[in-house]
């Protein structure tokens, strides 16, 4: 029987092949997380090699990661992937670990899973109309719920448009997410409003600090975007002249050219279209191209 060798079969082929290493290697990343501990309040003395001595105990160790400042100064704490995952709880029923003098914490790495799960939502696009009982009621369909924060404004003492949920379980938050990171969100209705509802991170959370950065971003565009799309922007009246003295008396700004002073910031915030027709004006009028 001749074997097929058409370019089809070959694509098929090693996009099979594909899958099955990047498969495999999913599989031993995710067996490495069952094997991996961390290791908090370390003395910035210790090294890998007085670490690596110490929880030897516990069993085989495949890898040690002691992490350091870019100086090389040891960063006070360590990540260590054991050989098989019976040694992580050996290495975690004993409370008291002590390396070079100090007292030291030792914990389960949280997986890649685990660190995407949280037991707190935002909801956005909150209407007034939507009571607390009525979130209570409609999301304790998901788990239990522990507690409601609602968000206040300072002047007028009005419910602002969004609110945060807690749950006691995260599987709740999964189930009501399906799953999604922030900044995607996940749509439901109570009564008649359509609501978004996300996972709420700690603020220390590589996922909540990069909607904050997202969140700085908008803002200073949506800033720079009222402020002008073009140089014309930057004649906003209220800036005025930006501190300069009117400049009637000077020869360059007579000649009905007061747009050059009194709209923007004067000198510093002249529009270039304004600038260019200027120059066409003065240096094309007699007796001023030598002065």
Do not use: W
Not at 65 to 91: C, H, N, Q, T
Not at 122 to 141: A, C, M, N, T, W
Not at 264 to 277: A, I, L, Q, T, V
């Amino acid at each position: 029987m001749t074997e097929d060798t058409t370019p089809e079969k070959q694509n098929e082929q090693k996009n099979s092949e594909k899958t099955e290493s990047s498969k495999s290697s999913y599989e031993s990343h995710e067996e490495d997380e069952n094997c991996k501990i961390i290791v908090l309040q370390l003395s910035f003395q210790s090294t890998e090699s007085t670490v690596e001595e110490y929880f030897s105990q516990f069993g085989e160790i495949d890898s040690l990661d002691l992490k350091r400042y870019p100086d090389g100064s040891s960063r006070g704490f360590a990540f260590i992937v054991f050989k098989s995952k019976e040694s992580v709880p050996k290495a975690l029923e004993i409370s008291d670990h002590n390396i070079d003098g100090r007292k030291v914490t030792v914990e389960k790495a949280r997986t890649r899973v685990e660190k995407m799960q949280t037991n707190k939502i935002f909801i956005g696009k909150l209407p007034s109309e939507v009571s607390d009982s009525d979130l209570r009621e409609y999301f304790e369909q998901f788990g239990q719920v522990t507690e409601i924060q609602f968000v206040f404004d300072k002047q007028t003492n009005e419910r602002k448009g969004y609110c945060f949920i807690e749950f006691k379980s995260s599987n709740s938050v999964e189930e009501i997410t399906k799953g999604r990171v922030p900044p995607e969100s996940a749509k439901h209705r109570i009564n008649q409003f359509e609501i978004d509802v996300k996972k709420k991170f700690d603020d220390n959370h590589p996922i909540q600090r990069k909607i904050k950065a997202i969140e700085r971003q908008k803002k200073n565009m949506d800033y720079y975007n009222n402020y002008g799309v073009d140089y014309k922007g930057y004649r906003a009246p209220h800036y005025g002249s930006y501190g300069y003295p009117p400049h009637n008396n000077n020869k360059y700004y007579n000649n009905g050219h007061s747009r050059y002073i009194s709209d923007g910031y004067g000198y510093y915030g002249y529009c270039y279209e304004d600038y260019f027709m200027y120059n066409q004006y003065y240096y094309n009028t007699p007796g001023n191209a030598s002065n």
